[in-house]
Nanobody
Framework: QVQLVESGGGLVQPGRSLRLSCAASGSIGSIGAMGWYRQAPGKQRELVASITSGGTTDYQDSVKGRFTISRDNAKNTVHLQMNSLKPEDTAVYYC?????????WGQGTQVTVSS
């Protein structure tokens, strides 16, 4: 079993920054792609950003230039630096990792952008 634990969410004013972190633990082999998803109330869960084990990144158009995903393979962690936050970024953010042929999810962390 693999556990993913997110941290770093909270309430922030528009234009400010937050950094989300996700740590993987348990029976971990080699972790492939990792990513951050988000789900706003009444909406489907959507991919925000992803990163391969080699460091190749991909972003949803709405966050390009504002968010940066990174990972530390030695520590089995993935981070999401979120700058210039907007109210529409408000959602529960979930960490995702592919390892051992399965996708694993964290429990989610709430990000609220409001003045």
């Amino acid at each position: 079993q693999v556990q993913l634990v997110e941290s770093g969410g909270g309430l922030v004013q528009p234009g400010r920054s937050l950094r989300l972190s996700c740590a993987a633990s348990g029976s971990i082999g080699s972790i492939g792609a990792m990513g951050w998803y988000r789900q706003a109330p009444g909406k489907q869960r959507e991919l925000v950003a992803s990163i391969t084990s080699g460091g190749t990144t991909d972003y949803q158009d709405s966050v390009k230039g504002r968010f940066t995903i990174s990972r530390d393979n030695a520590k089995n962690t993935v981070h999401l630096q979120m700058n210039s936050l907007k109210p529409e970024d408000t959602a529960v953010y979930y960490c995702n990792a592919f390892t051992g042929g399965y996708y694993y999810w964290g429990q989610g962390t709430q990000v609220t952008v409001s003045s």
